[in-house]
């Protein structure tokens, strides 16, 4: 399957993401249990948490060098509402 890709994202809170997709679709991805993963510990701080980028190719959201999150995961895993 092909998914489609991230066109935005907003911080809705300390911890949840409301992703929109090229689709027009829209899921809300919440990080807390990536924070159990200790490469995911810096998105414990909400100011490096809001601080995010869409990919220029819409297949991920990036924090840094070392943190994304795929548009897969997140559209897979996200919640509609």
Known sequence: ????????????DDHTLLVE???????????????????????????FFKNFKVDSTGYAIIWN???DISKYEIWQHGGTG
């Open 65 to 67: 060098e070392d943190i």
């Open 21 to 47: 997709f090229s689709n027009a679709e829209k899921r809300q991805y919440d990080i807390t249990k990536l924070l159990e993963n200790k490469m995911f510990s810096p998105l414990k701080n909400p100011s």
């Open 1 to 12: 399957m092909q998914y489609p890709k991230i066109k935005s994202a907003l911080a809705i």
